[in-house]
């Protein structure tokens, strides 16, 4: 069974392309695995915090490279992973996919860990995106501060891997998926050297994927392939706060890494200066100052250890 990994943001459509994919006989998958993530950070010195001192387990996992033969540490780790795949679905396929948005992080590590495996990059206009990610996740309220990894850090991780590697991927845009399926699904599969079948556009929606990770509102929304995603994000960027700070955004991907993910810089300043309108102004002004102090100072880590406090457990520093 051969690895197929899709690489992309959260709320890019993901799901759906993952669901088409698991409709063809050759393809086995579930919700999300997640699971390489700790195993790539084992060897990174940042990123993680932890009641172990993280710091300590790099340098000791370092020394125990250098103890192994040449390759030795990588060689287990993928014999590992496969394993896992291997025995995560008892399909007889060709390939597993893995789709696991936060991935975007470590999409280089698992592109050199794996060179013998299939490579999707997902693209989606970005303000949609976060358009999606505040709709779906917090109800149209401002809510972007939490996945500051996956807008800033994950989204340069994902282009420089695809800059690195865009000779042996396929990339492909969520918007031309669902103006262009057949066109679209037509070269994937074809990078994939499966042949398509264009019920498979209309099949997605008999999977249903194991595991409580994932999209369950486009599940439950969305049937068929239609249209109706691509414009709803001009109406979470109508007050002057989202639209600054859409500008700024736009600006720090940069008219050079818009245009490898297929989108116009000028074009979508355009657009989204267009957009007119107060919804979620006030809110905006208090949830906006909030997301630095949650930046700053770890909320959710915060809690966790005045609860334990309250509970009567010691609490430790993480390092």
């Given at each position: 069974?051969?690895?197929?990994?899709?690489?992309?943001?959260?709320?890019?459509?993901?799901?759906?392309?993952?669901?088409?994919?698991?409709?063809?006989?050759?393809?086995?998958?579930?919700?999300?695995?997640?699971?390489?993530?700790?195993?790539?950070?084992?060897?990174?010195?940042?990123?993680?915090?932890?009641?172990?001192?993280?710091?300590?387990?790099?340098?000791?996992?370092?020394?125990?490279?250098?103890?192994?033969?040449?390759?030795?540490?990588?060689?287990?780790?993928?014999?590992?992973?496969?394993?896992?795949?291997?025995?995560?679905?008892?399909?007889?396929?060709?390939?597993?996919?893995?789709?696991?948005?936060?991935?975007?992080?470590?999409?280089?590590?698992?592109?050199?860990?794996?060179?013998?495996?299939?490579?999707?990059?997902?693209?989606?206009?970005?303000?949609a995106v976060c358009a999606s990610m505040m709709e779906t996740w917090a109800g149209g309220e401002w809510n972007l501060y939490r996945y500051k990894i996956d807008l800033f850090k994950g989204l340069e991780s994902l282009i420089s891997s695809y800059e690195a590697y865009q000779d042996k991927v396929y990339a492909l845009?969520?918007?031309?998926?669902?103006?262009?399926?057949?066109?679209?699904?037509?070269?994937?599969?074809?990078?994939?050297?499966?042949?398509?079948?264009?019920?498979?556009?209309?099949?997605?929606?008999?999977?249903?994927?194991?595991?409580?990770?994932?999209?369950?509102?486009?599940?439950?929304?969305?049937?068929?392939?239609?249209?109706?995603?691509?414009?709803?994000?001009?109406?979470?960027?109508?007050?002057?706060?989202?639209?600054?700070?859409?500008?700024?955004?736009?600006?720090?991907?940069?008219?050079?890494?818009?245009?490898?993910?297929?989108?116009?810089?000028?074009?979508?300043?355009?657009?989204?200066?267009?957009?007119?309108?107060?919804?979620?102004?006030?809110?905006?002004?208090?949830?906006?100052?909030?997301?630095?102090?949650?930046?700053?100072?770890?909320?959710?880590?915060?809690?966790?250890?005045?609860?334990?406090?309250?509970?009567?457990?010691?609490?430790?520093?993480?390092?």
């Amino acid at each position: 069974m051969t690895p197929l990994f899709l690489f992309s943001l959260p709320r890019s459509g993901s799901t759906l392309l993952q669901r088409i994919l698991a409709a063809h006989p050759d393809i086995a998958t579930l919700s999300e695995p997640w699971f390489i993530l700790p195993l790539i950070y084992m060897t990174r010195d940042e990123g993680i915090y932890s009641e172990y001192d993280h710091s300590h387990l790099t340098r000791a996992l370092t020394d125990l490279k250098g103890a192994l033969p040449e390759k030795a540490y990588e060689e287990a780790l993928k014999k590992f992973i496969l394993d896992i795949y291997q025995q995560a679905t008892d399909k007889k396929a060709r390939y597993f996919l893995d789709k696991t948005p936060r991935y975007s992080l470590i999409a280089k590590d698992i592109i050199e860990l794996f060179p013998e495996a299939k490579f999707i990059f997902l693209w989606r206009q970005p303000l949609a995106v976060c358009a999606s990610m505040m709709e779906t996740w917090a109800g149209g309220e401002w809510n972007l501060y939490r996945y500051k990894i996956d807008l800033f850090k994950g989204l340069e991780s994902l282009i420089s891997s695809y800059e690195a590697y865009q000779d042996k991927v396929y990339a492909l845009c969520y918007e031309d998926l669902l103006l262009n399926p057949h066109e679209s699904l037509a070269g994937l599969f074809n990078y994939l050297d499966l042949a398509y079948d264009p019920s498979l556009a209309e099949r997605f929606v008999e999977v249903n994927l194991t595991g409580g990770m994932g999209d369950p509102s486009g599940v439950k929304r969305y049937q068929s392939l239609n249209q109706e995603p691509l414009e709803k994000w001009r109406g979470a960027f109508g007050n002057p706060l989202r639209k600054q700070w859409g500008r700024a955004y736009l600006r720090f991907i940069g008219e050079e890494r818009l245009l490898q993910q297929g989108y116009n810089l000028d074009s979508l300043l355009t657009q989204l200066n267009e957009q007119q309108g107060f919804d979620h102004l006030a809110k905006d002004l208090l949830r906006m100052p909030y997301g630095l102090i949650y930046q700053l100072a770890e909320v959710k880590q915060l809690k966790r250890k005045v609860k334990d406090l309250f509970q009567g457990l010691k609490g430790y520093a993480h390092r």
